[in-house]
């Protein structure tokens, strides 16, 4: 190779180290970025037909939603005409969608094993179907309505909220899980009051002003084409359960792998930043190291004294066979 081309080559090199230096601390900071996303999301989307959004905290515009995407506290999910959306968060409940619904994650806390395990969800407007999973039996899971609000004690149900200004009543119905178990909806006012509570399969409540224009639950035979319905949207409920239920168990999976990888680096990372590490300046072995007899004038403990930059003197020669 020419001399001339020898130092293009080392010229072009040097040229693209600095971008190489500044590429890998991006990099870094964006899988970080990525790390604490991750460790935000409460849910993700199992099953997907037609088209839905999500409103976020963050965001003003709604974006488009696709299967396996994340779900956070406080998205604000819509589905469009002729479209479902199934939805499984962290601690397997499952809820789908029917077209033109509306809901709200309010709040979401799971850990297993936790004390503090609550999720509160809103409907809106439209048909959500959910099975309540390990929230419900551990902690505290509501689902808020423009009128009222379900206390969810581990089961299968469809809410229904009709669009403001059109007609027809909310109603709350409760259903069996796919294993046949029963649970149970307790059913409060905005204030607080408890209105009653469904016990049974296949049980409603229609929610309506009562005496004195007091909300009540009122109790009522589900028609038979509306358990028709109800059947096709527990049907959809049940697929997005079993899909998105393995997703949910590994992602857990995952977060305890990170959460354990984590702990094991702590102790690393205060052993290569605290005082007891003997190649940071000041720390306690190098200080102990000069506070020994000799140290820090002479290596070898109880030896004389040899004033800081005084030369060595040259020591008697010894023979080989005297060693």
Do not use: C
Not at 217 to 234: H, K, S
Request: hydrophobic letters at 35%; charged letters at 20%.
């Amino acid at each position: 190779m020419k001399r001339r081309e020898l130092i293009t080559l080392f010229g072009g090199a040097a040229a693209l180290w600095p971008l190489a230096v500044l590429v890998r601390p991006f990099t870094a900071r964006a899988q970080a970025q990525a790390d604490q996303a991750a460790e935000g999301q409460v849910g993700q989307v199992s099953t997907l037909q037609g088209a839905a959004t999500v409103t976020r905290a963050s965001a003003a515009a709604a974006i488009a939603l696709q299967v396996n995407d994340p779900i956070f506290k406080n998205d604000a999910l819509q589905t469009a005409a002729n479209a479902t959306l199934g939805i499984t968060f962290d601690d397997e409940t499952t809820f789908s969608l029917s077209p033109n619904t509306r809901i709200v994650v309010d709040e979401f806390v799971y850990q297993e094993g936790g004390g503090a395990n609550a999720a509160v969800f809103t409907v809106t407007t439209g048909t959500a179907a959910f099975v309540a999973s390990l929230v419900a039996q551990t902690g505290d899971m509501k689902i808020a309505t423009p009128t009222a609000s379900l206390g969810i004690r581990g089961t299968t149900g469809v809410v229904d909220v009709p669009t403001q200004g059109a007609a027809g009543e909310p109603r709350i119905k409760l259903y069996a899980d796919a294993d046949g178990h029963i649970g149970r909806i307790e059913v409060f006012d905005r204030q607080g009051g408890r209105l009653g509570a469904l016990t049974q399969g296949a049980s409603a409540f229609a929610l309506r002003a009562g005496a004195g224009g007091r909300l009540a639950a009122v109790p009522f035979q589900i028609p038979p084409q509306e358990a028709a319905r109800d059947r096709g949207v527990l049907q959809r409920l049940f697929v997005s359960h079993s899909i998105g239920r393995p997703q949910a168990i590994q992602r857990r999976q995952v977060r305890e792998r990170n959460r354990q990888l984590r702990e094991r680096n702590q102790p690393r990372e205060r052993n290569r930043q605290g005082p007891n590490n003997p190649r940071q300046p000041g720390g306690e072995r190098q200080q102990n190291f000069q506070n020994r007899p000799g140290g820090g004038l002479n290596p070898h403990p109880g030896g004389p004294l040899r004033p800081q930059g005084q030369p060595r003197r040259p020591g008697p020669i010894r023979r080989k066979q005297d060693r």
